[in-house]
């Protein structure tokens, strides 16, 4: 993919950063995030979602510890969305939802994303570039890796599994409670998933829109993930 010196650092645009912080946070995490935020560590980034009480994704992404906390990378779309749900239940807890200035950065080295993309979180650089080659080199990636980053059309329509994140270690099946677990785990033991996550090819770039059905001669499904020449979908297993 792309290479860059660490001091051309270029921001990922589609990321923001809701930052936990306080003796509680793990714990307070651990009762509404799916993976399990004791393994989270200031050197590497654990793939998780946030669900409703339905087991519905509202958000995916990933954790990281952070001095004091931790921190949530999740899709810009939704940052206002995720703070509004937790701040309820963040109030009996000991732990903030803190204002933070970091962005997540593109770079050479830092915390693997995926296969050959690295990131770094970090206050705000003046001298960092916006570039849309970049974001969709990432965008690109998580798309050839069935990693569905949950954008706000997206968001409150579908179980885990339905987004494959249960096979890109997002979801700890082994873990304790949190919110909508009952219904992720019934799901699974149960197997009533009906629906999965599938790459498309994309014929007409216009016609494909986020949220929406797409339908090409042989499939149909929802789309929840648009590349160039790529999408993925929930279909029909």
């Not at 931790?70 to 732990?95: D, G």
């Not at 050959?116 to 960092?128: H, K, P, S, Y």
């Not at 007409?204 to 829109?209: D, F, I, K, T």
């Amino acid at each position: 993919l792309f290479q860059m010196q660490n001091n051309n650092l270029s921001v990922w645009k589609d990321a923001s950063i809701i930052s936990i912080v306080g003796p509680d946070a793990e714990n307070f995490l651990q009762g509404y995030t799916t993976s399990d935020v004791s393994r989270c560590t200031s050197e590497n980034l654990t793939p998780m979602a946030i669900t409703d009480i339905k087991g519905r994704v509202l958000a995916s992404g990933w954790s990281t510890r952070r001095e004091n906390g931790i921190e949530l990378i999740i899709h810009e779309s939704l940052k206002k969305n995720v703070e509004a749900f937790l701040k309820p239940y963040i109030q009996f807890s000991k732990s903030v939802l803190a204002e933070s200035n970091k962005k997540v950065y593109h770079c050479e080295t830092g915390m693997r994303l995926l296969d050959g993309i690295f990131v770094r979180l970090m206050e705000t650089d003046q001298n960092a570039e916006n570039s849309n080659e970049k974001n969709e080199a990432v965008s690109r990636s998580l798309i050839q890796n069935n990693f569905t980053f949950v954008q706000d059309r997206v968001s409150a329509q579908f179980l885990p599994q339905q987004l494959g994140l249960h096979k890109v270690n997002a979801v700890d099946f082994d873990k304790g409670c949190y919110l909508g677990q009952e219904v992720v785990a019934r799901a699974q033991f149960r197997g009533t998933i009906k629906r999965g996550l599938a790459a498309f090819t994309i014929d007409e770039r216009a016609n494909v829109e986020l949220g929406r059905v797409y339908e090409t001669a042989d499939a149909k499904g929802e789309v929840v993930m648009v590349g160039e020449q790529q999408g993925l979908w929930v279909t029909r297993l």
